[in-house]
């Protein structure tokens, strides 16, 4: 199909396109046409019966506008028919006849068409319902400029043929322009507006009902009275304007049309003037203030209610995009959440197990009281401590400090935990297993991981101790009667720092009732809120006081004071202690 | 603690000034990272630092392990006597080069 919006010829609808279409087209505008030219002829003013307001014109600058120009031959043959009443005039012959409603014919074609052309051209649509602008246009283009075209062709053609004498040519061209013009404002606008919006719906049906009511009311009121009371019609168009839109308008300024020609016919009302024309006139120039008054009216109200819509229907969109935003943020959350209670998940287990691997049952081990407590500062620790028996009921005790904290320590620490293990278990000294788990460390060991150290043997029987403290803070020996000393180091790094290094190996002996305290420095260094340090001068005192106790009470005691020491802060370091008493032999 | 930081060429020079805890470690360490993230010689000038606990030792082992890991020399100079003990039974004097005064160290920094 070819483009066709753009041109004058083209039917805004689409519609059908077969010769049948064409031809039931024809005849229903024809139809339609004729009747409108009927209906007219009881509205004749004056001795020569004309009707101030010409329907058909409206019929077809409205069939013009809906259908496009296949419906121009109705329109031609409609204006040719109608002007039968001619035939009763003496000296109208069939030539004549022909030739002038010919003439008229072209006058409804031209008219029609200039109609269309010119809304097209200044409203660029074929409804002028939209904007207020589009309304002037209309009644001055399509109504006034094209009645005029018509009304001269048409006038024109009546002179012509002798129809009209040479003196009554002006007031024939006024009566027939505002005729027409008044037939396109008023029906040519009605049939659009309800062509353009066919549903029924409730409201509409009820409007129109109230508006017909309301005419008919106020028409019943005038005869009734017969006051010229016709300033009523203006509240009721004003409602139509309001309420019902171009539909209720074109509906309102129809019914009021009639009715105030009714009146007029009828003798009643303000524009029964003392000649024909003079009433024509009178009705003409109310019919046109109507029709301009209720359409602009309405193309405002349509504005106003299109721009409403439009600004909820942004409101609308931009609670949706809110809406939208929300729910994506809500998912991400969700995800977030879920992640995180994994992680948490993973590291409650971690947590679980780590603890596992650390012992926390001493009482196999003969002619020994031990006691040990690890407190991570987050879920999972960088701290151990270890005990395990070797062979010649000597026994394996360890405690070690990864440097950092969480997952990434925890797993430092399981490491280095489970090597020294399996290297004291394969009988070397001391020192030699350090050094082993030390060149392993250094070999497959990120820059920043290193652990601080104290591995010992301890013969319960003779308290021998041997011990490498690799780094790792200063075990305290108590020996029951609130003396303490200090182990002091020896010069060995930590592990992980230097590679294929030497360890020193230290020995002494655990007399019997003395008790080795091994702890981490999450005891010395742990901060109360001043940013004071708990220091080893405290643990020194706490050991003294205590030292005559069991290893656990010792040990809880010594948790307790660092615990209450630091209350109100969060928990800095891993807390870790292994106390191992030598039992006085029975 | 303070740690005040100086160029000297292509070297660093880091003055540590009073106690080097737990309380402080943090600070140690992120300035430690920046410095270790640099390229030359680091010099840290200690004459002013009077103790190091031994979360305080865990930021110049971290100084000592960035440093050997990228061949950079790292010198200790000016210790006081006790924290020069601090780091000898804590085995951590062969990790740095050790320098009496200051200026040896700037003499024996590679030219």
């Given at each position: 199909?070819?483009?066709?919006k753009?041109?004058?010829?083209?039917a805004?609808?689409?519609?059908?396109?077969?010769?049948?279409?064409w031809?039931l087209?024809?005849?229903?505008?024809?139809?339609?046409?004729?009747?409108a030219?009927?209906?007219?002829?009881?509205?004749?003013?004056?001795?020569?019966?004309?009707?101030?307001?010409?329907?058909?014109?409206?019929?077809?600058?409205?069939?013009?506008?809906?259908?496009?120009?296949?419906?121009?031959?109705?329109?031609?043959?409609?204006?040719?028919?109608?002007?039968?009443?001619?035939?009763?005039?003496p000296?109208?012959?069939?030539?004549?006849?022909?030739?002038?409603?010919?003439?008229?014919?072209?006058?409804?074609?031209?008219?029609?068409?200039?109609?269309?052309?010119?809304?097209?051209?200044?409203?660029?649509?074929?409804?002028?319902?939209?904007?207020?602008?589009?309304?002037?246009a209309?009644?001055?283009?399509?109504?006034?400029?094209?009645?005029?075209?018509?009304?001269?062709?048409?006038?024109?053609a009546?002179?012509?043929t002798?129809?009209?004498?040479?003196?009554?040519?002006?007031?024939?061209?006024?009566?027939?322009?505002?005729?027409?013009?008044?037939?396109?404002?008023?029906?040519?606008?009605?049939?659009?507006?309800?062509y353009?919006?066919?549903?029924?719906?409730?409201?509409?049906?009820?409007?129109?009902?109230?508006?017909?009511?309301?005419?008919?009311?106020?028409?019943?009121?005038?005869?009734?009275?017969?006051?010229?009371?016709?300033?009523?019609?203006?509240?009721?168009?004003?409602?139509?304007?309001?309420?019902?839109?171009?539909?209720?308008?074109?509906?309102?300024?129809?019914?009021?049309?009639?009715?105030?020609?009714?009146?007029?016919?009828?003798?009643?009302?303000?524009?029964?003037?003392?000649?024909?024309?003079?009433?024509?006139?009178?009705?003409?120039v109310?019919?046109?203030?109507?029709?301009?008054?209720?359409?602009?009216?309405?193309?405002?109200?349509?504005?106003?209610?299109?721009?409403?819509?439009?600004?909820?229907?942004?409101?609308?969109?931009?609670?949706?995009r809110?809406?939208?935003?929300?729910?994506?943020?809500?998912?991400?959350?969700?995800?977030?959440?879920?992640?995180?209670s994994?992680?948490?998940?993973?590291?409650?287990?971690?947590?679980?197990?780590?603890?596992?691997?650390?012992?926390?049952?001493?009482?196999?081990?003969?002619?020994t009281?031990?006691?040990?407590s690890?407190?991570?500062?987050?879920?999972?620790?960088?701290?151990?401590?270890?005990?395990?028996?070797?062979?010649g009921?000597?026994?394996?005790?360890?405690?070690?400090?990864?440097?950092?904290?969480?997952?990434?320590?925890?797993?430092?620490?399981?490491?280095?935990?489970?090597?020294?293990?399996?290297?004291?278990?394969?009988?070397?000294a001391?020192?030699?297993?350090?050094?082993?788990?030390n060149?392993?460390?250094?070999c497959e060991?990120p820059?920043?991981?290193?652990v601080?150290?104290?591995?010992a043997?301890?013969?319960?029987?003779?308290g021998?101790?041997?011990?490498?403290?690799?780094?790792?803070?200063?075990?305290?020996?108590?020996?029951?009667?609130?003396?303490?000393?200090l182990?002091?180091?020896?010069?060995?790094?930590?592990?992980?720092?230097?590679?294929?290094r030497?360890?020193?190996?230290?020995?002494?002996?655990?007399?019997?009732?003395?008790?080795?305290?091994?702890?981490?420095?999450?005891?010395?260094?742990?901060?109360?809120r001043?940013?004071?340090?708990?220091?080893?001068?405290r643990?020194?005192?706490?050991?003294?006081?205590?030292?005559?106790?069991?290893?656990?009470?010792?040990?809880?005691?010594?948790?307790?004071?660092?615990?209450?020491?630091?209350?109100?802060?969060?928990?800095?370091?891993d807390?870790?202690?292994?106390?191992?008493?030598?039992?006085?032999?029975? | 603690?303070?740690?005040?930081?100086?160029?000297?060429?292509?070297?660093t020079?880091?003055?540590?000034?009073?106690?080097?805890?737990?309380?402080?470690?943090?600070?140690?360490?992120?300035?430690?990272?920046?410095?270790?993230?640099?390229?030359?010689?680091?010099?840290?000038?200690?004459?002013?630092?009077n103790?190091?606990?031994?979360?305080?030792?865990?930021?110049?082992?971290?100084?000592?392990?960035h440093?050997?890991a990228?061949?950079?020399?790292?010198s200790?100079?000016?210790?006081?006597?006790?924290v020069a003990?601090?780091?000898?039974?804590?085995g951590?004097?062969?990790?740095?080069?050790?320098?009496?005064?200051?200026?040896?160290a700037?003499?024996?920094?590679?030219?």
């Amino acid at each position: 199909m070819l483009p066709q919006k753009a041109s004058l010829f083209a039917a805004p609808d689409g519609g059908p396109r077969s010769l049948a279409a064409w031809i039931l087209l024809n005849v229903v505008v024809l139809a339609v046409y004729s009747l409108a030219g009927l209906v007219i002829i009881p509205f004749g003013i004056g001795p020569a019966k004309v009707s101030p307001i010409y329907p058909p014109s409206g019929v077809a600058v409205a069939a013009a506008l809906i259908l496009g120009p296949r419906i121009l031959p109705a329109i031609f043959i409609g204006q040719f028919c109608n002007g039968f009443p001619m035939l009763d005039l003496p000296q109208t012959t069939l030539p004549i006849y022909a030739l002038t409603n010919s003439g008229t014919g072209v006058a409804s074609i031209a008219e029609a068409m200039t109609a269309v052309a010119l809304l097209r051209y200044f409203a660029g649509n074929w409804h002028p319902f939209d904007r207020a602008a589009h309304v002037v246009a209309f009644l001055l283009g399509s109504c006034l400029a094209a009645a005029a075209v018509g009304g001269a062709i048409g006038t024109l053609a009546l002179w012509a043929t002798g129809f009209i004498p040479d003196g009554e040519i002006g007031t024939t061209l006024v009566t027939f322009v505002l005729a027409d013009a008044s037939g396109i404002a008023v029906f040519g606008a009605l049939i659009v507006a309800w062509y353009r919006e066919p549903h029924l719906d409730r409201p509409i049906v009820v409007s129109a009902a109230l508006i017909l009511a309301g005419a008919l009311a106020i028409a019943s009121l005038e005869a009734w009275l017969r006051y010229p009371i016709d300033y009523l019609y203006l509240p009721l168009l004003l409602f139509a304007g309001f309420r019902a839109g171009p539909r209720g308008v074109t509906l309102a300024a129809a019914a009021i049309t009639i009715a105030v020609i009714h009146a007029a016919v009828a003798g009643i009302g303000p524009f029964v003037g003392r000649t024909a024309n003079e009433s024509f006139l009178l009705l003409q120039v109310f019919m046109a203030v109507i029709t301009f008054t209720g359409l602009l009216l309405a193309a405002v109200r349509g504005q106003q209610l299109a721009a409403d819509a439009a600004l909820i229907a942004h409101n609308l969109m931009l609670e949706q995009r809110v809406a939208e935003r929300t729910a994506e943020v809500a998912q991400k959350n969700r995800l977030l959440e879920e992640k995180q209670s994994r992680i948490d998940d993973d590291l409650k287990t971690a947590q679980i197990l780590q603890a596992s691997i650390l012992p926390t049952d001493f009482s196999a081990y003969a002619g020994t009281a031990i006691a040990a407590s690890m407190r991570p500062a987050l879920e999972v620790s960088g701290d151990f401590y270890d005990v395990f028996p070797l062979d010649g009921g000597r026994l394996g005790l360890a405690i070690a400090d990864v440097s950092g904290k969480g997952v990434a320590a925890a797993f430092f620490m399981a490491v280095t935990r489970t090597m020294l293990r399996s290297e004291a278990l394969t009988g070397r000294a001391p020192a030699e297993c350090v050094a082993h788990v030390n060149q392993t460390l250094c070999c497959e060991n990120p820059v920043d991981m290193f652990v601080t150290a104290i591995y010992a043997e301890l013969d319960a029987r003779s308290g021998a101790v041997n011990f490498v403290n690799a780094g790792h803070c200063e075990p305290i020996v108590l020996d029951g009667e609130g003396n303490t000393r200090l182990i002091k180091r020896s010069g060995n790094p930590p592990l992980g720092v230097m590679p294929k290094r030497a360890f020193v190996e230290r020995k002494f002996v655990l007399a019997p009732g003395e008790m080795l305290f091994l702890y981490t420095d999450g005891v010395t260094e742990a901060p109360n809120r001043d940013g004071e340090l708990f220091k080893t001068e405290r643990l020194l005192e706490i050991a003294r006081q205590f030292g005559c106790r069991s290893p656990q009470e010792l040990m809880l005691s010594v948790i307790d004071n660092v615990e209450r020491f630091s209350a109100g802060t969060v928990q800095a370091d891993d807390i870790t202690c292994l106390v191992v008493r030598r039992d006085v032999p029975a | 603690m303070e740690v005040f930081e100086d160029r000297l060429g292509s070297a660093t020079m880091l003055r540590v000034v009073g106690r080097v805890d737990s309380a402080v470690a943090k600070l140690l360490e992120s300035k430690v990272a920046d410095v270790a993230s640099r390229d030359g010689a680091i010099v840290v000038d200690l004459r002013e630092m009077n103790y190091v606990s031994s979360a305080g030792l865990r930021s110049f082992i971290m100084l000592a392990k960035h440093a050997r890991a990228k061949n950079r020399t790292i010198s200790l100079c000016a210790m006081r006597e006790e924290v020069a003990e601090i780091f000898e039974i804590s085995g951590l004097l062969e990790l740095f080069t050790i320098h009496d005064t200051v200026e040896a160290a700037i003499a024996g920094l590679p030219r």
